[in-house]
Nanobody, 125 residues
Framework: QVQLVESGGGLVQPGESLRLSCAAS????????IAWFRQAPGKEREGVSC????????TYADSVKGRFTISRDDARNTVYLQLNSLKPEDTAVYYC??????????????????WGQGTQVTVSS
């Protein structure tokens, strides 16, 4: 059983940055891919980025490429999402999630077995 806890959200102005963290308790993340999703009010949850275990290969949604960076620190049992050049349309609750395997696949929600509780990111002037 993997328990995930997100942190690092907040209120920022357009153009500013945040770093989100996804920490695991009770188990190691070393063999799990980790993905970040977000859900804006009135919209469906969408995949943002994923990092595999082992090779740490990464994928990004087109809407965040060049602005967001995902990374992992297995020694700290934590995955990070660096959010740069934030825009108002990035406002959402951000969730991390893990499938029961080490590789990133697509962002189909039911392929992810473990979810955190989410952290709010608000981008507003």
């Amino acid at each position: 059983q993997v328990q995930l806890v997100e942190s690092g959200g907040g209120l920022v102005q357009p153009g500013e940055s945040l770093r989100l963290s996804c920490a695991a308790s009770k188990s190691s993340l070393v063999n799990y891919a980790i993905a970040w999703f977000r859900q804006a009010p009135g919209k469906e949850r969408e995949g943002v980025s994923c990092i595999s275990a082992r090779s740490a290969s990464t994928t990004y949604a087109d809407s965040v490429k060049g602005r967001f960076t995902i990374s992992r620190d297995d020694a700290r049992n934590t995955v990070y999402l660096q959010l740069n050049s934030l825009k108002p349309e990035d406002t959402a609750v951000y969730y991390c999630a893990a499938p029961e395997h080490y590789y990133c696949s697509n962002y189909t929600l039911d392929k992810y077995d473990y979810w955190g509780q989410g952290t709010q990111v608000t981008v507003s002037s």
